[in-house]
């Protein structure tokens, strides 16, 4: 719907464990749209893979504290 409306920028606020070829397909057809994707990194605090972050046409974003270091909650 957003690149249907025009956006050139989609955040998808969501993550799950394993990849889904769906949603693979949808970031894979926006990227070829030149739509800049971008997912959260996931809130378990560890180093973890989380989808549609790990997907390499996303650009995964994680949290920070104010000083600018990882958040303790936040995946890397």
């Known amino acids: 719907h957003a690149e249907a409306e025009g956006a050139a920028v989609i955040n998808l606020s969501l993550s799950q464990g ?9 970031v894979r057809v926006l990227h070829e749209r030149q739509r800049f994707v971008v997912a959260a990194a996931g809130n378990e605090g560890r180093p973890a ?16 504290t104010s000083a600018d270091r990882r958040s303790r ?3 890397y």
């Open 18 to 26: 394993t990849p889904s070829v769906a949603l693979a397909e949808a």
């Open 49 to 64: 893979l989380r989808y549609p972050a790990a997907y390499p046409e996303v650009f995964g974003v994680a949290s920070v």
């Open 73 to 75: 909650f936040s995946n």
